[in-house]
């Protein structure tokens, strides 16, 4: 598709369940992000990933979060042993590699969690 | 580190009319870029406008304008003859302008704004 893909695009849970939210990227764009977007909150940095660099994992709010990105384009962020204070949008974002100063993200629609 | 403040939670206009949002920020560093993010209740964020702080002149695009202080660090949002079609959440943005960022944009909470009919 020509916009960043994500999926589900919404996503119940039962607490201590394990959850993936996939990004599908714009075709080309190198640079990927994840958000997370809380209730009357911003967004939240999560990670990054450029290329074939190692990802910026500084955002990641514990060990339960991991993140992946096979193939420099599709990425899936996982949640291990949710929990409740867990739900909330996640955001996927991109950009190609000659944005890094213009700042433009592409973002996807995000994927709503709810951790029962 | 940079942090970005909106401190209008929710702002309300007619639709015709104009509105301002607000937002400072606070940095260190003379390098950067400011942004205006629209989020409408698809969720999907799109950008609104961009200003680099090594420019003097306020950024324009179309009805939308920006106010950008850069001693006082702030940097609003004008919207003007507002449409039905501007409500929605707006965030404002910083990008250090060093590399080092990854070009990372650090967000604000937001302004939910709404257009009167």
């Known amino acids: 598709g020509a916009g960043v893909s994500q999926s589900p695009s919404n996503k119940v849970t039962e607490k201590g369940k394990d959850v993936e939210l996939r990004c599908d990227p714009i075709?080309?764009?190198?640079?990927l992000y994840w958000y997370r977007q809380s209730l009357g909150q911003g967004l939240e940095f999560l990670i990054y990933?450029?290329?074939?660099?190692?990802?910026?994992k500084s955002g990641l709010p514990s060990d339960r979060f991991s993140a992946e990105r096979t193939g420099g384009s599709v990425s899936t962020l996982t949640i291990q042993r949710t929990q409740q204070e867990d739900s909330a949008v996640y955001l996927c974002?991109?950009?190609?590699?000659?944005?890094?100063?213009?700042?433009?993200?592409?973002f996807g629609e995000g994927s709503r969690l709810t951790v029962l | 580190a940079q942090t970005v403040t909106q401190s209008q939670p929710e702002m309300s206009v007619q639709e015709a009319e104009t509105v301002t949002l607000s937002c400072t920020y606070d940095?260190?560093?003379?390098?950067?870029?400011l942004f205006w993010y629209k989020q409408p209740p698809s969720r999907q964020m799109i950008l609104v406008i961009r200003?680099?702080?090594?420019?003097?002149q306020n950024a324009t695009e179309n009805r939308f304008s920006v106010n950008f202080q850069k001693a006082a660090k702030s940097f609003s949002l004008k919207i003007s003859d507002s449409q039905l079609g501007d409500a929605a959440m707006y965030f404002c943005?910083?990008?250090?302008?060093?590399?080092?960022?990854?070009?990372?944009?650090?967000f604000g909470k937001g302004t939910k704004l709404s257009v009167k009919p």
């Open positions: 974002a991109s950009r190609t590699a000659g944005a890094l100063y213009t700042g433009e993200l592409f």
């Open positions: 075709s080309g764009h190198t640079a």
């Open positions: 990933f450029q290329g074939n660099s190692a990802p910026d």
């Open positions: 940095t260190s560093e003379s390098d950067y870029y």
């Open positions: 200003q680099e702080a090594y420019k003097q």
């Open positions: 943005a910083y990008r250090s302008g060093y590399g080092g960022s990854q070009g990372n944009l650090i």
